[in-house]
């Protein structure tokens, strides 16, 4: 609600409505995947510009009472490995939003319980190989037995629908996606494949290593006959096996782009605001928090930083700047 307690939607100069907040909680993480991180030399933030937890609930607060937002994923770096994240989980359940996690699984198998019991919805776990040798090549960590154990611990205890991200990365993994698809129909998982995006932080991106998702879905169409779903505004479009086994979901970011259906703003662990994972720009919210702003100060932030949103992430085009900051200091 605005200061008059009408609720305003975050509408942006090309009419997206905004209503989902992605909140990283750290840049910090306990693996290494090539796709993502350097093996080496990452610098962290100082502990004292990651914002408090009651500075993140004071924004999720402020996006959800005054403009609408519906629904709020925590993210990262390694959101598990920020101290006390379940007092986090705690803080924002009463909010009411639909209230998610994105991890990579392997401190879930002793955190999912605690997560659930404080108010986490639902979980995305990443995971990119079933292959215990491959997985700790692209990891650089020899932890699939504990991922999979979280993605089991995260099942049992009702974080559902439990969703699998995959992402795809030509000449890396791309022979697994119906190994995958057969994991998910095993698992009682939705099992999603990402395509590789420019966020690397090693800069290693290449659009030949961009696997289609129009690929993937007929390598496992081809294994198990699939029928594409109604696209909403989840970024993944659907498809659901015919013979009732479950779904898939692709996630097109580089050959089928969503940016005109996009609804999301990202609060980076430092406090910057982004109204795009690809944004060059962020505005300051930390500074604004911790100079004695105000509720509407806050919510002028946000309306000025979405309205100030761009159409599309233009990977395509040849003007496309890469963002300085990659995925894990984002919040992916
Ligand atoms: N550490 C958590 C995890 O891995 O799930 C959360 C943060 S991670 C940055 C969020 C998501 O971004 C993961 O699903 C990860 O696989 C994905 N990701 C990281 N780098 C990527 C890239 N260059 N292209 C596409 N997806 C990427
Ligand atoms: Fe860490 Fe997630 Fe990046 Fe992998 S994708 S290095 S788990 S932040």
Known sequence: MSS???????VDGYGRVHRDLRISVTDRCNFRCTYCMPAEGMVWQPRDHLLSFEEI???ARVAVERFGFDSIRLTGGEPTVRARLPLL?????????????????????????DLAAAGLDRVNVSLDSLRPERFAALTR???????????????????????????????SNDDEVVDFARFGRDEGVRVRFIEFMPLDADHHWDRSAVVPSAEIVAAIGAEFPLQRLTRDHDPAQRHRYLDGGGEIGVIGSVTEPFCASCDRVRLTADGQLRACLFATDETDLRALLRGGADDDGLAAALEATVGSKWAGHGIS????????????????
């Open 317 to 332: 085009d040849v003007h496309f700047i890469r963002p300085s900051r990659s995925m894990s200091e984002i919040g992916g």
């Open 4 to 10: 008059t307690g009408v609720l305003t939607p975050l």
């Open 57 to 59: 609930e004071r924004v």
């Open 89 to 113: 989980v705690e803080r924002l359940a009463p909010l009411g939003v639909d209230l998610s996690l994105t991890t990579n699984g392997s401190l879930l198998g002793a955190m999912a319980h």
């Open 141 to 171: 960590r020899d932890d699939l037995p504990r991922v999979l154990q979280g993605i089991r611990a995260a099942v049992a205890a009702g974080l559902a629908p439990v969703k699998v991200n995959v992402v795809v990365v030509r000449g």
